[in-house]
């Protein structure tokens, strides 16, 4: 069974001090491991999907990086706009669309 | 990015009726479509998975007689829940698939009074 999980729980930062969030994953031949960030009462919102240990993607703010056990969430400089729950979820089996299984998410508090 | 959208975005029931969700893909056409529930504080659980033109998949423990879902189109399934009791208050999500992304709705969320 695939398993997702995620630390830590919370985090609470000031603005501009820089942070790591941890996904850790067991799952049978993983096709990709994706990061969403999901605001109060809304959808997950699309961020990274890293296919291979090795493979970085950055986003303004965020670098997201994978290992063949874990996946990081590196935040730089964070400010108040990035606070939000940050998901981890995996995609294994056949197929590109294959389900995603999440943890349980990093709530991320920045504060000025 | 791909744009998904949700209908409706809140919903008040009462117990014993059934109310439909309807998922729908904007700008891209999706064979394949996710629903999702969603307790507070607590990750997305998978319900089912939604393929056009045949029958959902559904997770284990999910009652398929209660969680209709039809994805009659490229960029629309829908989720009915029947019967609903309170215990089926939650939000729920839906996603769409790309090859190697999926781009998720905004959420409804339904309360069953």
């Known amino acids: 069974e695939d398993q997702v999980t995620q630390s830590p729980e919370a985090l609470r930062l000031q603005e501009g001090e820089s942070s790591s969030l941890n996904c850790s994953y067991t799952?049978?031949?993983?096709?990709?491991l994706f990061w969403y960030r999901q605001d109060p009462g809304k959808g997950p919102e699309f961020l990274f999907t890293?296919?291979?240990a090795g493979e970085e993607k950055e986003k303004e703010r965020l670098k997201a990086t994978l290992t063949k056990k874990e996946s990081f969430l590196h935040i730089t400089a964070p400010k108040p706009e990035d606070s939000a729950t940050y998901l981890c979820?995996?995609?294994?089996?056949?197929?590109?669309?294959?389900?995603?299984?999440f943890g349980t998410g990093t709530r991320l508090q920045v504060t000025l | 990015g791909a744009v998904v959208s949700q209908h409706p975005s809140r919903v008040i029931c009462k117990s014993g009726t059934s109310v439909k969700i309807e998922c729908r893909s904007l700008?891209?056409?999706?064979?394949?479509m996710f629903w999702y529930r969603q307790f507070p504080k607590q990750s997305l659980m998978l319900m089912a998975t939604?393929?056009?033109?045949?029958?959902?998949?559904?997770e284990q423990g999910v009652e398929k007689d209660k969680f209709l879902i039809n994805h009659a189109s490229l960029t629309l399934s829908t989720l009915t829940v029947t019967s609903a009791h309170p215990e089926d208050s939650s939000f729920y999500i839906c996603?769409?698939?790309?090859?190697?992304?999926?781009?998720f709705g905004p959420g409804t969320r339904l309360t069953v009074t």
């Open positions: 996603s769409a698939s790309l090859p190697y992304e999926q781009y």
């Open positions: 799952v049978s031949g993983l096709r990709g």
């Open positions: 890293l296919y291979s």
């Open positions: 979820a995996v995609q294994a089996g056949a197929g590109t669309a294959s389900k995603l299984t």
């Open positions: 700008d891209f056409q999706a064979t394949t």
């Open positions: 939604s393929n056009e033109g045949s029958k959902a998949t559904y």
